[in-house]
T-cell receptor, first 112, second 112 residues
Framework: NAGVTQTPKFRVLKTGQSMTLLCAQD?????MYWYRQDPGMGLRLIHY???????AKGEVPDGYNVSRLKKQNFLLGLESAAPSQTSVYFC???????????FGPGTRLTVL | KQEVTQIPAALSVPEGENLVLNCSFT??????LQWFRQDPGKGLTSLLL?????REQTSGRLNASLDKSSGRSTLYIAASQPGDSATYLC???????????FGTGTRLKVLA
């Protein structure tokens, strides 16, 4: 039972490059979330999904796209990376009863 | 717009001391409030969940209280230990949403 896993753990990109971050869960949770964590800013919600095939914007969606083609996977894409997207990205799932979030270990992304 | 604030940003205490971490939020229309722990380089782990109708929750040496009307929550840690050293974050789930708003966290160091 792996819980929430994120791939890759670390990545360095050059400005303008694209990449996809993968979040996978084996807990059968409907809800999944992508956050970014920056020093002094706390966690900010990028996009989220309330079930397979659905996505919705969070607080800071610009420059990111997401897809939830399968219930167990939630992908976060950066089409043209910018230095402002240097951050640690966390994926989380939500269990409805009790209302609890489970977080992955994070992906540290640096954009040069 | 809901905002969540945690003060202080950092705290150092000697081992064995009882301590209180504070969380305040600007809009009392919340569904619940959660406290999380984050160890360096790791994801978040849920500690306590308080529903909007509850006043407090306890787990071991941890006790969290909620005063919705004043927009405040506290996390009380009894008999602190060096293993309690981590960053503690609170998050609120506004009513009618599936999203969470996080505070910036309090970095706690318990000195042996």
């Amino acid at each position: 039972n792996a819980g929430v896993t994120q791939t890759p753990k670390f990545r360095v990109l050059k400005t303008g490059q694209s990449m996809t971050l993968l979040c996978a869960q084996d807990m059968n949770h409907e809800y999944m979330y992508w956050y970014r964590q920056d020093p002094g800013m706390g966690l900010r919600l990028i996009h989220y999904s309330v079930g397979e095939g659905t996505t919705a914007k969070g607080e800071v969606p610009d420059g990111y796209n997401v897809s939830r083609l399968k219930k167990q996977n939630f992908l976060l894409g950066l089409e043209s990376a910018a230095p402002s997207q240097t951050s640690v990205y966390f994926c989380a799932t939500r269990q409805t009863e009790p209302d609890t979030q489970y977080f992955g270990p994070g992906t540290r992304l640096t954009v040069l | 717009k809901q905002e969540v604030t945690q003060i202080p940003a950092a705290l150092s205490v000697p081992e064995g001391e009882n301590l209180v971490l504070n969380c305040s939020f600007t809009d009392s229309a919340i569904y619940n409030l959660q406290w999380f722990r984050q160890d360096p380089g790791k994801g978040l782990t849920s500690l306590l969940l308080i529903q909007s109708s509850q006043r407090e929750q306890t787990s071991g040496r941890l006790n969290a209280s909620l005063d919705k009307s004043s927009g405040r929550s506290t996390l009380y840690i009894a008999a602190s230990q060096p293993g309690d050293s981590a960053t503690y974050l609170c998050a609120v789930r506004p009513s009618g949403t599936y999203k969470y708003i996080f505070g910036t966290g309090t970095r706690l160091k318990v000195l042996a």
